[in-house]
């Protein structure tokens, strides 16, 4: 029978693949990619770039392929046989991905290209030069020696370590649960309890968000909403289980990333984390942290003015805010989340969204039939001019097994192969929405609408991009800190009346959202924005702290300590271990870069105002955002692409007329 993982088919056949396909599948196309760089670095292999594409693209490109479907299964699908395939195999390839990395005679050859071609190249192949001479540099390529075997060493441990990681955030979210019987639950949405109830007449709370989250905004048990939040806030800690508990493995990230950094000849794991981005110093991104927290916090300190005097001297302790929160906002605005909810189902969200992205960016999107990971997963073509351009996988839903939170990823990227065969590309896109309930439609909350179009934004940047490079097709290449650009850029048309009107539809009547809530909401929009901003700081503060200033493994809690008493105005207890379940920073992309979310923000919020000021749909704008961003992918420099469509420097003005701050 033949193994999925190695067909070359355009689409996985997820369906298909099992622990077992994993192993052999992955050690046979590691040979393969083993042997193309042999190939690609013997002496008489000439150093012209068409050359090492053809040799090398093709077997690391199927190798990627396979990989990122395992992986993807792992995140999404997670069992223990799946995972212990995929921790099998994660040494070998993690050891593959850093010795070609770290090859001398491979940078040689692309030294080589470079001297020989340079400018006669296209600018999106310069590009790609430009950062592979870059990233072998940061792969440890001019290490030798006892140095260049300890940089693999920490790579491989690293790996092992950042998997771990995520994995006890995966098992202590899914290890946790709580019966409550009904007098505890009062409150509490009705269709929390719907999703929650048990056949004897309890209902099992998890930590899972779409119960979690409403749970804590709506019950009126303070006990109950205390039991969610120690439970969630010390999961992966040395409170739970000590088989989850995240402490070692945290602290050792962060020391093998300083001694990496050490290794490179760099002062500090922060200094590497910037090379490839737009800032250029942890110094830059600590004074454009600490300018925009001082703009925010007299704003975070009204809010919490404000929600102490509304509380009327209850207590208001981490596990009462998002309570109290929620009263104050209906209070003052007339509405709930819980109210704005009924409006949202997925039948109509996402066709709604559909709609909107092919007006904006002329392209059709159809549903399609391809092998799925679970029943609730979709499958959709994207089409321009009947010519097929993308496709895209769409699982909405959270269940066990499954990673927290929303991600986009992708399958295949687009790329003319060297055969001249046009690769389409490819995107997986994840949400951790709560499930349809009996023959209701999901309800989605409004900042679950937000989530959507946001994690589109990454699709659309991966699918629309009309370059055929590998490494600069799609979001790759792009700078960390300019990635979400397209993504917050999206979630604005959440909060246009025309667009609301497409997305929402009652799940009873079938109503579209009145206009008076809208206004409602469109005024509720920047509620608490101060301490909200004030909040993300702290974690990106604390990001650049913990990788810039070398020893800080050692106690990450005095760190975290400290950068709260520096921005933060609302305090959690002593017993938060927020740290411990931080996946972005530990076992994720953002080490070091999680300021990126803020520092995109500005760049979406500047591009939003050519919209604001040329018109939502103005067809000449869309197409300039198309064709100058999105298309672009990681051929030019972000700050390029930028002025390109913007005619100018970003400006800090409109983020923080966007958010209620100028």
Request: charge should be negative; aromatic fraction near 10%.
């Amino acid at each position: 029978m033949t193994n999925p993982l190695l067909s070359t088919a355009a689409l996985p056949d997820f369906a298909a693949i099992h622990p077992e396909h994993v192993q052999p599948a992955i050690q046979q196309l590691l040979a393969a990619a083993q042997v193309a760089l042999d190939e690609a670095t013997k002496p008489e292999t000439p150093g012209d770039y068409d050359a090492l594409s053809r040799i090398l693209d093709t077997s690391t490109e199927h190798l990627g392929a396979a990989w990122g479907a395992v992986g993807h299964l792992n995140a999404v699908a997670d069992t223990p046989a799946l995972r212990e395939a995929y921790n099998a195999m994660l040494p070998a390839v993690t050891e593959f991905s850093t010795a070609m990395g770290a090859n001398e005679a491979l940078f040689a050859k692309y030294k080589a290209v470079v001297a020989a071609q340079g400018s006669t190249l296209s600018a999106p192949r310069q590009q790609v030069l430009k950062h592979a001479i870059r990233n072998f540099v940061l792969s440890g390529a001019e290490l030798q020696g006892a140095a260049r075997e300890r940089y693999a060493a920490i790579q491989e441990r690293s790996a092992e370590l950042q998997q771990q990681f995520s994995e006890h955030v995966l098992d202590a979210t899914d290890g946790w649960s709580y019966i409550a019987i009904a007098e505890e639950l009062a409150g509490v949405p009705q269709d929390v309890l719907d999703a929650t109830k048990l056949d004897d007449g309890g209902h099992k709370l998890t930590l899972h968000f779409p119960v979690y989250l409403p749970v804590m905004q709506y019950a009126e048990s303070r006990e109950l909403r205390e039991k969610l939040y120690r439970a969630y806030v010390t999961r992966a800690s040395e409170t739970g289980k000590p088989e989850w508990d995240n402490t070692a493995a945290m602290r050792e990230i962060v020391a093998l990333r300083q001694e990496e950094a050490q290794l490179l000849g760099y002062a500090n794991f922060a200094e590497v984390s910037l090379a490839p981005k737009m800032a250029s110093t942890p110094e830059e991104v600590k004074t454009f942290l600490r300018d925009l927290a001082k703009r925010a916090r007299p704003f975070a300190e009204r809010d919490l003015a404000e929600l102490r005097e509304f509380s009327k001297g209850q207590p208001l302790e981490s596990w009462d805010v998002s309570y109290w929160s929620e009263k104050l906002k209906e209070a003052r605005y007339a509405f709930s989340d819980q109210t704005v909810k009924q409006y949202f189902t997925a039948t109509k969200v996402v066709p709604g969204l559909f709609s909107i992205i092919e007006r904006l960016f002329d392209v059709s999107i159809s549903e399609a039939t391809a092998s799925v990971w679970h029943e609730t997963v979709k499958f959709y073509e994207m089409r321009r001019g009947g010519q097929l351009i993308a496709q895209f996988y769409l699982d909405l839903y959270a269940r066990n097994g499954k990673r927290p939170g929303a991600w986009m990823d992708e399958v295949r990227s687009r790329w003319l192969k060297p055969t001249g065969e046009q690769q389409t590309p490819v995107a997986l896109l994840t949400c951790n929405f709560a499930s349809p309930v009996g023959d209701k439609p999901a309800l989605l909350t409004h900042d679950d609408v937000i989530t959507l179009f946001h994690e589109f934004g990454h699709g659309l940047h991966h699918m629309l991009t009309q370059v055929n490079d590998l490494g600069v097709s799609g979001i790759s290449g792009v700078e960390w800190d300019a990635v979400e650009l397209p993504s917050q850029f999206m979630e604005n048309f959440c909060w246009e009346w025309d667009v609301l009107q497409q997305l929402s539809g009652h799940v009873d009547s079938g109503e579209p959202l009145p206009r008076d809530l809208f206004d409602k909401m469109t005024a509720a929009k920047n509620f608490q924005s101060g301490l909200m901003t004030l909040r993300q700081i702290e974690f990106a503060l604390f990001d650049m702290r913990l990788h810039g200033e070398p020893g800080a493994e050692a106690d990450v809690q005095k760190v975290l300590d400290e950068v709260r008493a520096e921005v933060a105005v609302l305090i959690p207890p002593a017993f938060n271990r927020f740290q411990h379940s931080f996946s972005h920073v530990f076992a994720g992309g953002y080490a070091a870069g999680y300021y990126s979310y803020k520092w995109a923000e500005l760049l979406s919020a500047d591009a939003w105002s050519a919209f604001e000021e040329e018109g939502v749909f103005n067809a000449a704008t869309g197409k300039r955002f198309l064709n100058e961003v999105l298309e672009q992918g990681g051929a030019r420099d972000a700050i390029d692409n930028f002025k390109a469509f913007r005619g100018r420097e970003p400006k800090i003005d409109a983020l923080l007329r966007h958010q209620g701050m100028s």
